[in-house]
């Protein structure tokens, strides 16, 4: 079974964008990025809501022809276009690149996807994610905390019908107060 991780920037009071969008909070510092990219290279399938999916292919596909790009941009973008992706979106025409869309039921996917032999899945998008967290799909949590409150936006963390325990088993700090928290989902 391939494991689920959910993992993404978000700001102390829980949010992974602020009111309109904004994510200017969450720039990575250089040791923050190199551990999102190594991420992306460690994963078998990355799982995209469709929100996330615009942001990310509106940029990474051709980020290491930019004037300027840095080697970590470079091997980043690289990475990104690498990885194979689904695409969750009934609203959403095609995807390109190393994506698939699916447009039918999210945690039926999912559930199909886990059970499939490959490498570990990363889940991004809090829609996406939701349905997901209250499917109890998710193995592990990956909690970067950004040292800001933005006071409102789009959450992290979605309602639940039902308690979810977990075990930390990991916490890194990075440079500008950013901290790491991992969790495993108790089963």
Known sequence: MRKLTYGM??????????????LDWSVPSGELFQWWSDRVAATGLALYGRRLWETMSSYWP???????????????????????KAVFSSTAGAVDGNARLVTGDAVTEITRLKAEDGGPMDIGGATLAAAAMRAGLIDEYA???????????????????????????ETRTFPDGVVLNRYETKR
């Open 62 to 84: 051709t980020a290491d022809e930019q004037p300027g790009a840095t080697p970590a941009e470079i091997e980043f973008a690289g990475r990104w276009r690498e990885m194979p």
């Open 9 to 22: 920037n978000l700001s102390l009071d829980g949010y992974i964008a602020a009111p309109g969008g904004d």
């Open 143 to 169: 909690v970067v905390t950004h040292p800001v409150l933005v006071g409102g936006g789009t959450p992290f963390f979605t309602a639940l019908d039902d308690r979810v325990s977990l075990s930390l088993v």
